[in-house]
């Protein structure tokens, strides 16, 4: 039948033709237009207070470099996904990235994803003396060096901070504590004085994120998270203590199912008048004393969590911008970098709330007029606590950081819950510290 | 049926309505609600609905983007799905192949985490990452995984279902497969192709965890964006609600307009498979 | 097939109307035979083998070797990731956790899903746009139904303890409490595809015969014995597939918990998929990770092999 084979041979003529064109539309915009002119780098970021601080500046820095900034948002653990599966490929999508040095950094150095910034930073050709090194404070410059190698830039510092409810301290005639039992004393009283009404404390209980709140309270008993020969700290007293103290808090005087709490459950509860205390990030500030989320705008007051027997040892954490070394751009990666972490931007930054890692923004007075409000002024003076006497060591500096930090807060949680005491709490963490570390 | 059971099937429909529905409902309402409203305790039922929310995810983000492309996704794996499917669940109905359509079931049996690292080592080695078109396309390709089979599935119940005799007398009179195809069991078969392509659409649409990892800034969306409202220091709780209706919104729709083809749908797939 | 087949006896088209020709006997002439039915199924054959099966063999490589972030040439370690997989108590949890929400989730999905079914199956005014509407969970995206339960199980602000306290009665921590998050999870799946199980076994009640009930009604059976020793028994085809289309999904639980706990509080909802994630993407251990999921892989086809064969017993 003729006409129906001529109907077969146009449908046939039509595949071929929609195929042929589909294959040269991928040949075509396969051929990456590489001139000079018009590089573009892919910034991979998180969801964090600095990615929406630079974000509006980023057009400038086109403008003036002709450089075009690709940016990626997405949450911590997603980026952590898309970085290690991107870099694992050798794959040269991603150019510059928020990287958690204290998190992921070992593992990605010994895998070799981090371009090694010094001879960029030693370059007088691409870093002018203006940059100002020197200027960057010593604990977040030396986090981001790894094995003596510069593998990041600072961005922005934080840290657990203790946001508290003036009125509610005031109302139970409760002063600001100056060590960690008289914390303790505060968050009871308010527990037991508002009948259960208002928690005495909201902080993490989630496994993954309790070591970066827990920290300091083990730090305070004077231990770091392992001794000089490398050997886990928790056979010791005095981390016994640090853990029951921590359980105590959020299980006797924080909110029910603090297991699962991370910043935002806290936050809310914080923001709602539910919690009279707050121990998280630096970086929630914002998050409570904006009236669109808060009941508790000017109610807030900022400390810095109390001394223990062991000193003053708060947790600090910088984040940084690497390179990474599969980028194909890597000088135009570094000329962004400088410019985002130049004092000028820095200082535009902070002036947003990003508190900066270099200390001439500290000092310089247009970003002082920012800190008018008392909240600020307290949160500023808590942070320089954290950044003068911080430890960077959110969880203990071992490769498998993700599988150990998920590990000692699987531990305390079984204390928080009741189904184990401090003590095995403590040896179940020796004892699994010590295979990981294997 | 006696008044009686009228009333209590009415009555168990009422229940039923608030228990399923209402989840959904309160998404809604907490969409238009401000910040403070969503998380307040006791919670709020009456309140001054703002459309804030929404208004804002579009000046923040470029979210008519992250729209545009779940249509483009969305749109193109059903399409790939029709393309590939269609024939195939042809060809399984007629010649009884049915152990091929079992084959492209497994990837309804893998877990979905088992593709992210192999698809993106072949994307990366074939220098598709970088480029948007080319993403585009790789998401339409993993998004196919998920809508060919549903295809092939519904397909061949309706094929099935259409009289063989009509075939029959057309091949007698001369008349090539491939025109019996295309003229008599294709058009045959439209309610059905409609039925799959609403169900693939949404079941694509929904999907988060391909484009998780394989989408980039310019071609991720609506599902991934999601995720970005909570976050340190930048807890969104009203964006996210009002982007969790707008990605429900096709499901809306679909439930309120088309609902004998979502039922027709889902039953005929089910029961075949 | 559940349903009469309409397409005649075996319901198949001849090849050819009646070629009487002695090539039908050699592969060539097999190929020239079927040449259209195989032109229509490879391209979909062709690409579900590059899609789906590059990755599973991927994987099979990739859980031989032992995998490290960034090297080149991973040594091969033999099945010493399966015997890891063995020894790992993690695992094992992991595995009673799957087989836990697989088993909760599938009785009280078939149980309601029972009586959802012969409830839509009256025939009411109003009883299309009904159907519909409780069908909404199964459509909408997982994502929104995570961040939206979320919300509602939050153990301070949420709705599901104000409610609760109004009842009277005693609140929950839902998902930050080790023997709770199980339930809640189960709660949220089962409220997402009961609906969905009602559907399929609407379906199959439409088209039962009437004989058997009226017979039952003549005999002056009540409604529970009509139910017992008719219906059920009828409908118990349909009911497996029902329970076949469920167990694939809830063996590979993956995205509430993905969204809502990421296996917490104390690794009480981690299932055997979340722990592949984690093991190969936050612990960054692909090898490992590959393993469980083909392991996985192995379990859910198991699982379909094992309810196929109960359902072709069901039907004969």
Redesign the interface.
């Known amino acids: 039948m003729n006409h129906c084979k001529k109907w077969t041979a146009w449908i046939i003529c039509l595949a071929v033709t929609v195929g042929a064109f589909a294959f040269a539309g991928c040949g075509q915009s396969n051929q990456p237009a590489q001139t000079k002119k018009d590089v573009t780098i892919n910034l991979l970021a998180q969801n964090h207070p600095w990615t929406n601080a630079i974000q509006p500046f980023i057009p400038d820095f086109e403008k003036q470099t002709g450089i075009k900034v690709n940016m990626q948002i997405l949450t911590e653990q997603q980026t952590r996904d898309k970085s290690l599966m991107t870099l694992q490929a050798k794959s040269p999508d991603i150019d510059v990235w928020m990287s958690l040095k204290s998190f992921e950094g070992l593992a990605y150095y010994k895998a070799g994803f981090y371009e090694p910034l010094d001879k960029y930073l030693n370059d007088p050709k691409l870093t002018p003396k203006e940059y100002n090194v020197a200027d960057f404070m010593k604990g977040p410059f030396t986090g981001e060096k790894i094995d003596n190698k510069l593998v990041g830039i600072p961005i922005i510092v934080e840290g657990p901070v203790v946001f508290y409810r003036k009125d509610v301290f005031q109302q139970y005639n409760i002063s600001v504590p100056k060590n960690m039992d008289e914390l303790l004393e505060a968050a009871k009283t308010i527990q037991e004085k508002s009948n259960g009404e208002i928690y005495g404390m909201a902080t993490r209980g989630l496994p993954q994120a309790i070591p970066y709140t827990f920290g300091a309270f083990l730090h305070n008993m004077g231990l770091e998270w392992m001794d000089a020969s490398g050997k886990p700290n928790f056979d010791k007293p005095e981390a016994i203590k640090a853990i029951d103290m921590y359980a105590t808090l959020t299980s006797k005087y924080g909110p029910p199912g603090v297991v699962n709490n991370t910043f935002y459950q806290s936050s809310a509860l914080f923001a709602q008048g539910k919690a009279a205390m707050e121990y998280e990030s630096s970086n929630e500030l914002s998050t409570i004393t904006n009236p669109q989320n808060s009941r508790v705008v000017g109610k807030i007051g900022v400390f810095s969590l109390p001394p223990g027997p062991g000193g003053n040892h708060p947790t600090v954490l910088q984040w940084g911008v690497s390179i990474s070394a599969f980028s194909k751009n890597k000088e135009a990666a570094w000329e962004f970098i400088r410019w985002a972490t130049s004092p000028e931007m820095q200082r535009k930054l902070a002036e947003k709330g990003i508190a900066s890692p270099r200390s001439s923004v500290w000092d310089n007075a247009e970003f002082k007029k920012t800190l008018e409000e008392p909240v600020k002024q307290e949160w500023a003076a808590a942070l320089r606590i954290v950044m003068d006497n911080g430890n960077p060591e959110v969880g203990p500096p071992v490769t498998k950081q993700a599988e150990a930090r998920k590990m000692i807060g699987t531990a305390i949680d079984k204390v928080i819950l009741g189904t184990a005491t401090a003590q095995e709490a403590a040896s179940e963490i020796q004892q699994k510290l010590l295979e990981v570390l294997k | 049926?006696r008044k009686k059971?009228?009333i209590l099937?009415?009555l168990?429909?009422f229940i039923?309505?608030l228990?399923?529905?209402g989840?959904?409902l309160?998404?809604i309402l907490?969409s238009l609600k401000?910040?403070?409203d969503?998380?307040?305790?006791?919670?709020i039922l009456f309140f001054q609905p703002t459309f804030n929310n929404y208004t804002e995810l579009f000046k923040i983000y470029p979210f008519a983007k992250y729209i545009i492309n779940s249509f483009i996704i969305a749109g193109g794996s059903t399409l790939l799905g029709l393309?590939?499917?269609v024939?195939?669940a042809?060809?399984?109905?007629?010649?009884?192949?049915h152990s091929?359509a079992f084959?492209?079931l497994?990837?309804?049996?893998?877990?979905?985490?088992?593709?992210?690292?192999?698809?993106?080592?072949?994307a990366?080695?074939l220098?598709i990452?970088?480029?948007n078109?080319?993403d585009y396309?790789m998401l339409i390709?993993?998004h196919?995984?998920i809508t060919?089979p549903l295809i092939?599935w519904l397909m061949i119940s309706y094929f099935?279902?259409?009289?063989?005799d009509l075939?029959?007398s057309a091949?007698?009179?001369?008349?090539?497969?491939?025109?019996i195809?295309?003229q008599i069991a294709l058009p045959l078969s439209l309610p059905g192709i409609a039925v799959s392509v609403i169900l693939s659409f949404?079941f694509s649409?929904?999907y988060?965890?391909f484009a998780?990892?394989l989408a980039?800034?310019?071609t991720?969306p609506l599902?991934?964006i999601?995720?970005?409202?909570?976050?340190?220091?930048?807890?969104n709780?009203g964006g996210?609600?009002a982007a969790?209706?707008i990605?429900?919104l096709p499901?809306?729709l679909?439930?309120?307009f088309a609902?004998?083809l979502?039922?027709k749908g889902?039953?005929a797939g089910?029961?075949?498979? | 097939m559940t349903r009469m087949s309409i397409t005649g006896k075996d319901g198949a088209l001849q090849p050819h109307p009646s070629p009487p020709m002695n090539d039908t006997e050699t592969f060539w002439g097999l190929l020239k035979k079927f040449r259209v039915p195989i032109m229509m199924v490879s391209p979909a054959a062709i690409f579900t083998v590059i899609m789906i099966l590059f990755p599973i063999l991927y994987s099979a490589y990739l859980s031989l070797v032992k995998w490290t972030p960034g090297s080149e040439d991973a040594p091969f370690v033999g099945l010493a990731n399966y015997i890891r997989m063995f020894q790992d108590p993690t695992f094992w949890l992991a595995l009673g956790i799957t087989l836990k929400l697989f088993l909760v989730c599938l009785f009280f999905e078939t149980i309601i899903g029972i009586y959802l079914g012969i409830l839509l199956s009256r025939e009411v005014p109003g009883q299309k746009i009904f159907q519909a509407l409780i069908l909404l969970p199964s459509i909408i995206a997982s994502v929104a139904i995570g961040m939206m339960w979320i919300l509602i199980y939050d153990p301070t602000l949420g709705v599901a303890n104000y409610f609760l306290k109004s009842f009277g009665l005693k609140q929950l921590v839902w998902l930050a409490d080790p023997d709770m998050v199980l339930a809640a999870i189960a709660i949220i799946d089962i409220w997402e595809w009961s609906p969905f199980m009602a559907l399929i076994i609407t379906g199959g009640m439409r088209a039962l015969p009437t004989d058997p009930f009226e017979a039952a009604v003549i005999d002056g059976a009540s409604r529970w014995q009509i139910f017992k020793y008719v219906t059920l028994p009828l409908l118990r085809p349909v009911i497996m597939v029902a329970i076949l289309l469920r167990s694939v999904d809830l063996i590979r639980f993956f995205d509430t918990i993905y969204i809502m706990t990421k296996g917490g509080p104390n690794d009480a909802s981690t299932t055997l998929n979340v722990y592949s994630y984690l093991q190969g993407f936050s612990y960054m251990d692909m090898s490992y990770g590959s393993a469980i999921m083909l392991f996985l892989l192995a379990l859910v086809m198991l699982f379909s092999l094992i309810i196929s064969a109960l359902r072709r017993k069901a039907v004969s």
């Open positions: 049926m059971d009228y099937t009415y168990q429909y039923l309505i228990l399923f529905i989840p959904v309160w998404m907490s401000s910040n403070l969503i998380t307040a305790y006791p919670p393309i590939l499917g024939p195939a042809y060809a399984i109905a007629r010649y009884r192949l091929i084959f492209t497994i990837s309804r049996m893998a877990p979905g985490v088992l593709f992210l690292i192999p698809w993106y080592l072949i990366s080695k220098e990452t970088g480029n078109f080319l396309i390709l993993t196919a995984v060919l092939i099935e279902e259409i009289p063989i075939e029959e091949l007698i009179d001369g008349c090539g497969r491939w025109r195809f295309f949404i649409w929904n988060f965890l998780l990892t980039n800034n310019s991720m599902t991934v999601a995720f970005n409202f909570i976050g340190e220091g930048a807890t709780w996210l609600m969790a209706t990605i429900s499901a809306l679909l439930t309120l609902q004998r979502l039922i889902l039953t089910a029961v075949k498979g």
